[in-house]
């Protein structure tokens, strides 16, 4: 059961564009939201996180916007640069002493100069 | 570089064979997660150790066990392997249990033949 769905799964963008990416959740336990980079042959990244008492949270270009009664977040890059091609995971999750993450299935995003 | 270290980091061997891959968390990182990554799965947790006692354990096959020592560093190991057992297998460190901020080393590839 996947918990966690995202998408798309690949976005190509021009530069200076903007990007999104969305998820949808099904736990309504879950508390809390990052989002992760991933590069070719690297390990998933923290990019920023959000928790379910704020709706919007910005760092620099980043944007995550939550909407907690549809159970949906989303990513927003603004201004987007051929360096933020990178795979984008959004994840999931809550507890007070296991923060195991569910995590979506990615998205491939690729920004053409 | 997140500080998590993770050797080695390509790995090849034969179905049927036993490998331990190993993980050096952050220093003073406490937790340790691991998990695998798959073209088909994508990203999933496997287990979760806090100051060497298993907390949690997700898709972990029974072939896999692990295990954190008391200089806090981990091990995976993989027995028995299957060919759809090649993957890549990431840990993560986080500076206690309950901290939602988890930093994920480069990963072990580990191709089945």
């Known amino acids: 059961q996947q918990q966690v769905k995202q998408s798309p799964q690949s976005l190509i963008v021009q530069k200076g564009g903007i990007s999104i990416i969305n998820c949808a959740y099904e736990n309504t336990a879950f508390d809390y939201f990052p989002w992760y980079q991933q590069f070719p042959g690297k390990g998933p990244a923290l990019l920023i996180a959000?928790?379910?008492?704020?709706s919007e949270k910005k760092e620099g270009r980043f944007t995550i916007s939550f909407n907690k009664s549809a159970k949906q977040f989303s990513l927003h890059i603004m201004d987007s640069q051929p360096g933020d091609s990178a795979t984008y995971f959004c994840a999931a999750s809550y507890g007070t002493s296991n923060y195991k993450l569910t995590f979506g299935k990615g998205t491939l995003l690729t920004v053409n100069p | 570089d997140s500080g998590v270290t993770q050797t080695p980091k390509h790995l090849i061997t034969a179905t049927g064979q036993r490998v331990t891959l190993r993980c050096s968390p952050r220093?003073?990182?406490?937790?340790v997660y691991w998990y695998q990554q798959s073209l088909d799965q994508g990203l999933q947790f496997l287990i979760h150790?806090?100051?060497?006692?298993?907390?949690a354990k997700g898709n972990i096959l029974e072939r896999f066990s692990a295990q954190q020592f008391p200089d806090l560093h981990s091990e995976l190991n993989l027995s028995s392997l299957e060919l759809g057992d090649s993957a890549l297998y990431f840990c993560?460190?986080?500076?206690?249990?309950?901290?939602?901020?988890?930093?994920f080393g480069q990963g072990t590839r580990l191709t089945v033949v």
């Open positions: 993560a460190s986080a500076p206690r249990a309950g901290n939602t901020e988890a930093f």
């Open positions: 220093s003073g990182d406490l937790s």
């Open positions: 150790y806090y100051n060497g006692e298993e907390r």
């Open positions: 959000i928790r379910p008492d704020v």
